[in-house]
């Protein structure tokens, strides 16, 4: 047995590789529920943390490897690879497949998880967004994918949205620009495959009867394009107009990306602007920035609104110090005031924006303010103590998504 790693934890030594995959005893598996796959994939469990296991062949697994390690490096959202296993043998010495392993995305949800009982078309609507920003943050990064599909990624909930992750790279190729033709080959065979899967959930009886496979499908690229065209356009500006550079850069930032510079040239009646978006991610680089706090795009960005109204009604001009004390003095006694039993309910940023959400769901009722620490323990005894155990992944409550 031969393991390439970066960093093993010990404790996967003593996993039976000697075993195929498919006979692994209960006692070493999780049961989480996964999407289709064309190999085998099992979960298990080491000290605490739950990783991966997917066979498959030793060139394919030593590439997604590779790739997965590259996107970690410019910090896309993808699964983390942890290890290939590969020159394994069954006890009788016949060669068995490798293996990848990768560490398990806490918090996640495979979309068939989402379906498990049938979906709303709002909720639908949410996974959409979030697969359409995957691939216009994917193309910007110069990565092609080869084979999105909602089998293929994991969403994680992102204060009233949904967050995409990558999971699997094996297609994938690390480039450094895409053309307008790779980019086209990549969305067709997303419109293919999620057409595919949205027709086998409405033969399951799970998808709900005002979505139409077609048109789900059809969508993904309609909101891919909308949202690549705002990101990438040329816009012209007018030469007393150029606070309007100011809104596009506003704008990208609104929608989670980040400019690096901005290129301008000068025409008859003014400017041709075109910004250079890096990355998305503004919002969560700016919340880690001031607080240290790693949080989804919408989670940031919520939780960054509780900080500025924070510091307007302290009256406090230091940025860095206003978010010192709104963290020492709002956001970690609300994550503290949450019992042990519940803690794996949600993550700490996603608790604290739907309690930012529940305050003001029960402020409007009462007409007034109700406070912070009311709707805290309203929170938790009203709302929490009924959620499904995220952590686990073992299920979901889909009138809440």
């Avoid at 490798?98 to 979906?119: D, M």
């Avoid at 204060?159 to 450094?176: H, I, K, N, Q, S």
């Avoid at 989804?296 to 406090?316: C, G, H, I, K, V």
């Avoid at 709002?330 to 930012?356: G, M, N, T, W």
Wanted: hydrophobic share 45%; aromatic share 6%.
């Amino acid at each position: 047995m031969r393991i390439t790693s970066a960093l093993v934890d010990p404790a996967l030594l003593d996993l039976p590789w000697s075993t195929p995959l498919t006979q692994w005893p209960a006692d070493h598996l999780v049961a989480l529920p996964q999407g289709i796959s064309r190999h085998v994939v099992r979960f298990v469990r080491l000290a605490g943390t739950v990783y991966a296991v997917k066979e498959t062949g030793e060139r394919v697994a030593e590439r997604e490897y590779d790739l997965l390690r590259a996107l970690e490096r410019i910090d896309f959202p993808a699964v983390e690879a942890v290890a290939i296993v590969a020159d394994r043998v069954d006890d009788d010495g016949k060669p068995l497949d490798p293996v990848l392993i990768t560490r398990h995305l806490q918090f996640s949800l495979p979309y068939r998880a989402l379906f498990s009982h049938t979906l709303r078309p709002e909720t639908m609507s949410r996974l959409l967004d979030a697969l359409a920003a995957l691939l216009v943050r994917m193309h910007l990064t110069g990565f092609f994918w080869g084979d999105c599909s909602l089998s293929n990624t994991l969403f994680r909930r992102d204060a009233g949205a949904f967050a995409a992750y990558l999971v699997d790279a094996e297609t994938g190729a690390l480039r450094p620009r895409l053309s307008t033709g790779q980019r086209g080959e990549d969305l067709e065979i997303a419109r293919v495959n999620i057409f595919g899967e949205a027709l086998d959930l409405q033969a399951a009886g799970v998808l709900h009867e005002s979505i139409d496979p077609e048109a789900v499908s059809e969508e993904v690229v309609q909101r891919y394009e909308r949202l690549w065209h705002e990101v990438t356009y040329e816009q012209q500006v007018e030469r007393d107009a150029r606070h309007d550079i100011e809104g596009r850069i506003r704008r990208l930032n609104e929608l989670g990306f980040d400019v690096a510079e901005v290129a301008m040239s000068v025409v008859d009646r003014g400017y041709l602007v075109r910004p250079k978006v890096v990355d998305a991610g503004y919002h969560t680089r700016r919340l880690l920035r001031l607080t240290g706090l790693d949080a989804e795009e919408n989670q940031a960005r919520r939780l960054l609104n509780d900080l500025d109204t924070y510091r307007a009604e302290s009256d406090l001009t230091d940025e860095q110090q206003a978010a010192h004390r709104w963290l020492t003095e709002v956001f970690e006694p609300v994550i503290r005031a949450v019992p042990a039993h519940l803690r794996r309910k949600l993550e700490a940023a996603e608790l604290f924006a739907q309690v930012i959400e529940h305050r003001w769901r029960l402020s409007e009722d009462a007409g007034r303010d109700v406070g912070l620490a009311p709707a805290v323990q309203s929170f938790l005894a009203d709302v929490l103590v009924h959620r499904p155990d995220e952590q686990a992944v073992l299920g979901i409550d889909v009138h809440t998504a």
